[in-house]
Structure formats: structure tokens, C-alpha cells
């Protein structure tokens, strides 16, 4: 996983998770050798994989905002100006098929940009509720929180992150 193969906001998504997982083998790491530092320790390897899903997810959120770039919106704006002002009041035929291949042009970036915000929307949501389980861990390890409750709401985050992932690339691969 490499933060810098990707361009912000994905960037931050992967190095605050990061910090987080960070904190939470840290958190594993001082607790005291036992049974539930054993158990903690499976935890973190499903943390694990939710933090590589982030990255996955991080990915693919890049790939969308480089296609939008690729599609560039503002020269298809500028284009779109220039055909209805070309075309004055009556296009012809053939400025009137250029006008609407510009505008589906267009609605494609704008597609591709929601799904990039409500990508980054989600992955602002998991970053939050990685740091909470963070400081979760840190209840567990003073046996001051259930270790069966934490190890379901990692599972429940994992999840969550495997499902946008699996949703983000159905719609690249559509």
C-alpha cells in the first residue's frame, strides 16, 4: 500500500486508516501477553483486511477522478458554448448530433464526479469509525470493554468496506 501512488483526497483516506491501524496494533502490542492479547491480535488481522480494502476502495476512488479529468468537463462546457453559439438559432443536423454527443459527454463526468463524492463520503465515514475503533482497542486492552463486541463491529466495518469496494468496481467495469 502506497498513500503516494494517489492523489488527495484518496491519499488521506489511506494514511489516516493507516494511523488508525497503527494505533490499534500499537494498542495490541502493550497489552499484556494473555488470552485476550491473543485475541486481539486475531482482530487486528481482520482490521488488516479492512485496511486494505480501504486502500482498494482509495484506488478506485482515483481511478474515477482521473477519468473525470480525462473526460475534461470544462473544455466540454467550452465546446458545448461554442456548437449553441455557432449554431444560432437553427443547428443544422450535424450541430445538433454534436451538441448532444457534447452533453452526454458531459453527463458522464458528472456521473462519475457523484460517485467519487459518495465514494469519498463513505470513506470519510469508515476513516471516523476507524478511529473509533482505535480507541475501542484501547478499552479492550484494560478489559474494560467486551472484545466480542469490538471483534463485531471490526467484521461489521470490513464488511462495509468489501461491499464499496465490490460496488465501486461494478460500476468501472460497467
Known sequence: ID???ISEPWRRFVTNAQRAGRNVHDTVNRTTD?????RMAQITQRLDAGLAEVWNVARRGDEIDDAVRRLDPTALRSKLNT????????PSDDVAAAVRSVQSQLQSADR?????????DKLRLAQTRLDE?????????????????????????VVEM??????????NEA
Open 3 to 5: 498513500p503516494f501512488a
Open 34 to 38: 494473555g488470552p485476550l492479547k491473543d
Open 83 to 90: 456548437l449553441e453559439l455557432q449554431s444560432g438559432g437553427a
Open 112 to 120: 462519475l464526479k457523484a460517485l467519487s463524492s459518495e465514494t469519498a
Open 133 to 157: 475503533l482505535a480507541a475501542r482497542a484501547t478499552e479492550v486492552s484494560v478489559g474494560s470493554s467486551d472484545s466480542v463486541e469490538f471483534a463485531d463491529d471490526v467484521d461489521e466495518l
Open 162 to 171: 468489501e461491499g464499496l469496494r465490490l460496488a465501486v468496481e461494478e460500476i
